[in-house]
């Protein structure tokens, strides 16, 4: 079974920079796709970016801003946040799923989720 912790959310002013850790254990992490998606109030949850083996992918809404990494060794996947606008405020989350080296911007297409982690961004 596959756990997913995100961490490092928090309140931060337009303009300025979080980064998010997904803490990945259970299985062999190296072989999973790791997604953030994040859910704002009173809106469907959406993609934002995705990896794996060195392959990204990002919602054209985060890309220039947003990146996406992996250390291996740590089982943990990153999501650097820079620029953030008051519009990135959501409850952020990293999903998994033993891909074959694909990726999806479809949340049903993952199988594990975590609890997820609140990005506040004031103007």
Known sequence: QVQLVESGGGLVQ???????????????????????????????????????????AYADSVKGRFTISRDNAKNTVYLQMNSLKPEDTAVYYCAAKSSGYRISPDDNWYDYWGQGTQVTVSS
């Open 14 to 56: 337009a303009g300025g920079s979080l980064r998010l850790s997904c803490a990945f254990s259970g299985r062999t992490f190296s072989s999973y796709t790791v997604a953030w998606f994040r859910a704002a109030p009173g809106k469907e949850r959406e993609f934002v970016a995705a990896g794996i083996g060195g392959r990204t």
